[in-house]
């Protein structure tokens, strides 16, 4: 199973958590915002690794500024005009009680490719294979 790691959202809290996956050989990184993000690869360069060479890293959010970072960084953008136009009609709906019920809305984000991703390097197999098969018995 993939690690997961819980952290501040906030550079130093990145490379934190980045830093403790890489000791498990991650290949990918995605991180739950972009600044999280910067921490990540901040992470990977001082092990001494390659951002997308080695890890891939991708952030969430598509902060204007992370397509100038070295390597431009690959991010979930989320459809925030959209979502900010819903938010408005729902709440006008209820100022004006159209509708009683709450709604659940689905948007759907978009994956922005850039510099931070690539294909997963070329790793050895491990020394005892686990088995790909698992019988009922």
């Known amino acids: 199973?993939?690690?997961?790691?819980?952290?501040?959202?906030s550079i130093e809290g990145g490379q934190a958590a980045a830093t403790r996956m890489l000791r498990?050989?991650?290949?990918g990184i995605i991180c739950g915002?972009?600044?999280?993000?910067?921490?990540?690869?901040?992470?990977?360069?001082?092990?001494?690794?390659?951002?997308?060479a080695d890890v891939s890293v991708v952030g969430y959010d598509d902060s204007w500024l992370l397509n100038c970072t070295d390597p431009p960084l690959t991010t979930v953008r989320q459809p925030?005009?959209?979502?900010?136009?819903?938010?408005?009609?729902?709440?006008v709906n209820q100022m004006e009680s159209v509708s009683g019920h709450p709604e659940t809305l689905l948007f759907e984000p978009e994956l922005v490719v850039r510099g931070s991703?690539?294909?997963?390097p070329d790793q050895p197999a491990p020394a005892d294979p686990v088995p790909t098969e698992l019988s009922a018995g």
């Open 80 to 91: 925030i005009e959209s979502m900010g136009k819903a938010a408005v009609a729902l709440l």
């Open 1 to 9: 199973m993939a690690p997961v790691e819980h952290t501040l959202f």
């Open 33 to 52: 915002s972009d600044v999280l993000a910067l921490g990540a690869i901040r992470a990977v360069r001082r092990g001494g690794l390659r951002v997308p």
């Open 24 to 27: 498990q050989q991650v290949t």
């Open 117 to 120: 991703t690539g294909p997963a």
